[in-house]
């Protein structure tokens, strides 16, 4: 999924139309490419096996960060 945009404080949810089957095994956000260098790490937190919560945060002082990101999920 790509998410256009993290709200100003850093975070973000992120719906699954369907749940998994059995459950998320695990999800992964990756910052959204640019004219920079990677400047912001992202985290991941498993809410519910439809819900994800996505943080973003600038990478030289730790205060939270906007912008695009992808999320690549798997689960069984």
């Keep these: 999924?790509?998410?256009?945009?993290?709200?100003?404080?850093?975070?973000?949810?992120?719906?699954?139309?369907?749940?998994?089957p059995t459950k998320i095994l695990g999800a992964m956000a990756i910052n959204e490419a640019g004219t920079v260098l990677a400047d912001k790490i992202m985290g991941?937190?498993?809410?519910?096996?439809t819900q994800l919560q996505i943080t973003c945060v600038l990478r030289s002082s730790g205060a939270a960060a906007q912008g695009g990101a992808y999320v690549i999920a798997w689960g069984k």
């Design 44 to 49: 991941v937190k498993r809410l519910t096996d």
């Design 1 to 20: 999924a790509y998410l256009t945009s993290l709200d100003p404080t850093g975070w973000t949810l992120v719906n699954f139309q369907n749940a998994w």
